[in-house]
């Protein structure tokens, strides 16, 4: 019950977040929503793993969410023309 729940509140954010992605109204907006949805694809795969108690999904949670920040500093500086 709790985890179906967490799944459609996922899917849910997810959706929000795609929308902003892809109406957002600068460059900004677009950024701040890839980060959130590399967070979001984070809990995902976390709750994954307590769905199927397969511990590799949370190695590459912790794989993923160093990319994704990663990516979004190499992006802000990027746009901010540091680089």
């Known amino acids: 019950m709790i985890l179906t729940l967490s799944f459609v509140l996922i899917g849910l954010a997810v959706l929000f977040s ?7 109204p600068t460059v900004f907006d677009r950024i701040l929503a890839a980060d959130t949805l590399a967070v979001i694809t984070t809990a995902l795969l976390v709750l994954m ?3 199927f108690s397969r511990v ?7 794989v993923y969410v160093v990319l994704g920040f990663v990516g979004v500093v190499v992006v802000a500086r990027y746009l901010e023309g540091g680089l």
Request: positive net charge.
């Open 18 to 24: 795609l929308i902003r992605l892809f109406k957002g």
């Open 49 to 51: 793993s307590l769905l």
């Open 56 to 62: 590799i999904y949370m190695d590459v949670a912790l």
